[in-house]
T-cell receptor
Framework: AQSVTQPDIHITVSEGASLELRCNYS??????LFWYVQSPGQGLQLLLK??????LVQGIKGFEAEFKRSQSSFNLRKPSVHWSDAAEYFC?????????FGQGTELSVKP | SAVISQKPSRDICQRGTSLTIQCQVD?????MFWYRQQPGQSLTLIAT?????????ESGFVIDKFPISRPNLTFSTLTVSNMSPEDSSIYLC????????????FGSGTRLTVV
């Protein structure tokens, strides 16, 4: 069955430091992959998605993600984290027209 | 991208009662989805709401507990029936969004507490 794993439940980084959130997927064919962010008390906002083509995907708010088929990964990165980036981040794979979500990674940002 | 209005944003309900959540989209969409997010958990798909036909439910979710209506291409409702404290969750609707090049847009959610 298709699945998404986010190995890190909680990550804390200092403001201005770089960030990488891990996502591994299990999917037979070429996956359609997504990263969403959920701020406290809010719905989900799409950061970026990968359908095909260039494996490095640029998103909103300065985020990017790289699709690596050999590693079954789609890690999210940001070169310099801002305090407003503190939120829950979800990786998802599209399967049968439906999104399957990972467990999420909670990001805390230290001043 | 599509704009989704979801109502109510939050509610506190007595056990044994029912709550109907509304999802209004500002453009016509083929498929609408309902998710549940239990406290501290990820999102789980409840059902896919299809216009003109019955909703398609995921394993573990049944129509008697979560009846869904989809009267047109811009509106859907999810009812949480005969509620118990275990139904306390955030419920979100979602649509496949052509404006996002087929990303999926989510409503802001309904935070439900059952007491």
């Amino acid at each position: 069955a298709q699945s998404v794993t986010q190995p890190d439940i909680h990550i804390t980084v200092s403001e201005g430091a770089s960030l990488e959130l891990r996502c591994n997927y299990s999917y037979g064919a070429t996956p359609y992959l997504f990263w969403y962010v959920q701020s406290p008390g809010q719905g989900l906002q799409l950061l970026l998605k990968y359908f095909s083509g260039d494996t490095l995907v640029q998103g909103i708010k300065g985020f990017e993600a790289e699709f690596k088929r050999s590693q079954s990964s789609f890690n999210l990165r940001k070169p310099s984290v801002h305090w407003s980036d503190a939120a829950e981040y979800f990786c998802a794979v599209l399967s049968g027209g439906k999104l399957i979500f990972g467990q999420g990674t909670e990001l805390s940002v230290k001043p | 991208s599509a704009v989704i209005s979801q109502k109510p944003s939050r509610d506190i309900c007595q056990r044994g009662t029912s709550l109907t959540i509304q999802c209004q989209v500002d453009s016509q969409v083929t498929m609408m989805f309902w998710y549940r997010q239990q406290p501290g958990q990820s999102l789980t798909l409840i059902a896919t709401a299809n216009q003109g036909s019955e909703a398609t439910y995921e394993s573990g979710f049944v129509i008697d507990k979560f009846p869904i209506s989809r009267p047109n291409l811009t509106f859907s409702t999810l009812t949480v029936s005969n509620m118990s404290p275990e139904d306390s969750s955030i419920y979100l609707c979602s649509v496949r969004d052509r404006g996002l090049h087929y990303g999926y847009t989510f409503g802001s959610g309904t935070r439900l507490t059952v007491v």
